[in-house]
């Protein structure tokens, strides 16, 4: 879901062959870009001025190759990788995601209609966020690119973003804290949370069994 700013220091630790950022927009191989697949700045134009049509301002953020844009300058006080945008103002470049808050999924099904986009709904809040397609989108993509036809995968996810990706991975695993739909429906389920190793901790278990 992150964007390379908020990965880079990972990456450089990891020296991933792969990378998907982005939400499933930006792919790359080691550091280089390998895939990128946005919205349009007219498009994202368009999506905002329906957005504040709808009286929809202080909760909207859009994330592009250059970092997230919000008009709340709350959340940008509070979040040291957001920049302020006023967005009445022409938006000035392509996009990977527009995230809004709404009481209601009406707009992004809207939005999703009208310009044959992905919207998805997080349980966390009225949250919705508009792409032009999920993570698991992201992963078919890379494993289509690379020509690998029958790959293997571990997943981990706390969101309704990270379902489909758990339930289509050889091993798709839920966070324990994450969101009840989640839980419900994930194969396995770590026995920590994000904030307690979950993931390194499930990994050995599979390193200790034999799995990996």
């Not at 920049?83 to 009481?103: N, Q, R, T």
């Not at 993570?135 to 309704?160: A, H, R, Y």
Request: glycine share 6%.
């Amino acid at each position: 879901a992150r964007n390379y700013k908020r990965t880079e220091k990972l990456i450089d630790m990891v020296k991933p062959d792969y990378t998907i950022l982005n939400g499933g927009g930006l792919i790359l191989k080691n550091k280089e870009i390998l895939i990128t697949s946005t919205i349009s700045k007219d498009i994202t134009n368009d999506i905002i001025k329906l957005l504040l049509e709808n009286e929809i301002k202080d909760d909207i953020s859009i994330e592009t190759s250059t970092g997230l844009y919000s008009y709340s300058k709350d959340y940008v006080n509070h979040n040291r990788f957001a920049k302020y945008f006023d967005f009445k103002k022409e938006f000035p470049a392509e996009c990977y995601k527009i995230l809004f808050a709404y009481k209601d999924a009406s707009i992004a099904v809207k939005i999703e209609d009208k310009y044959k986009l992905n919207q998805t709904h997080y349980l966390g809040g009225n949250w919705y966020r508009i792409a032009t397609g999920d993570k698991q989108d992201g992963v078919n993509l890379l494993f289509k690119t690379i020509k690998e036809n029958s790959p293997k995968t571990i997943c981990f996810g706390d969101d309704i973003g990270d379902l489909e990706m758990i339930l289509n991975a050889t091993i798709g695993v839920a966070m324990n804290n994450s969101m009840k739909n989640v839980l419900e429906k994930a194969p396995y389920i770590t026995k920590f949370s994000n904030d307690n190793n979950g993931v390194a901790h499930f990994l050995e278990d599979l390193i200790k069994d034999g799995t990996l």
